[in-house]
Structures are given as C-alpha cells and as structure tokens.
C-alpha cells in the first residue's frame, strides 16, 4: 500500500522560509514521478513542482526561483525548500506520486498547512 505522509508546514513570516518533507512507503521515488501540489481556499489544486525519475525538475511560474524540489533516494522522502515566501503561498500543500507509466498522478498524502502571514 502506497503512504505519502508530508510534515513540515506551519506558520511563516512573508520572507520566511519553510521545507516541506513527504516520506514515501509503498513506492520508490527514485523511479517515480513526485510532485508538490497547493490547494488555497475556494481554488482548485495546482501542480506547484516535478521531479522526474530521471531527476528532472520542473516548476509552476509563480514559485519558480523561490521554491527547490528534491528527493533523498536513500530516505525515499521528497522535499520542497520554500524560501523567500508571500502570503499568496499559504495553502494545503500535497505530495503526489506516480510510476512514469501512469499519466496523471494517482498517489497522494494528506497534506500539510502552510501559512504565511504579511
């Protein structure tokens, strides 16, 4: 059974910054697809950023140069380093997962608060 269990939200100062942890079991990160999502209030879940089994990585525009994804084979966790956050970025943070076979990603965690106050 796959578990995506993220930690690392809570509350942060615009400026501030926070890293976002997602242990995974049941899938191995190394040669899957991982994503971090953000579902704000009233709005819909948006891809924020990817990291291919191949370690590409990939980011929404809106976090680009602010926001590192990475992943620690080994510990088969994924990170999210957030630096240089606004109040635009609090939200419910999800870690996503899939095999590069699947088209959409089809794993997901429970999500992490994080908010960030002006």
């Known amino acids: 059974q796959v578990q995506l269990v993220e930690s690392g939200g809570g509350f942060v100062q615009a400026g501030g910054s926070l890293k976002l942890s997602c242990a995974a079991s049941?899938?191995?990160?190394?040669?899957?697809?991982m994503g971090w999502y953000l579902q704000a209030p009233g709005k819909q879940r948006e891809l924020v950023a990817g990291?291919?089994?191949?370690?590409?990585?990939a980011y929404a525009y809106f976090v680009k140069g602010r926001f590192t994804i990475s992943r620690d084979n080994a510990k088969n966790t994924v990170y999210l380093q957030m630096n240089r956050l606004k109040p635009e970025d609090t939200a419910v943070y999800y870690c996503?997962?899939?095999?590069?076979?699947?088209?959409?990603?089809?794993?997901w965690g429970q999500g992490t608060q994080v908010t960030v106050s002006s």
């Open positions: 996503a997962g899939k095999y590069s076979s699947v088209r959409e990603y089809n794993r």
């Open positions: 049941g899938i191995i990160v190394s040669i899957s697809y």
């Open positions: 990291i291919t089994s191949g370690g590409r990585t």
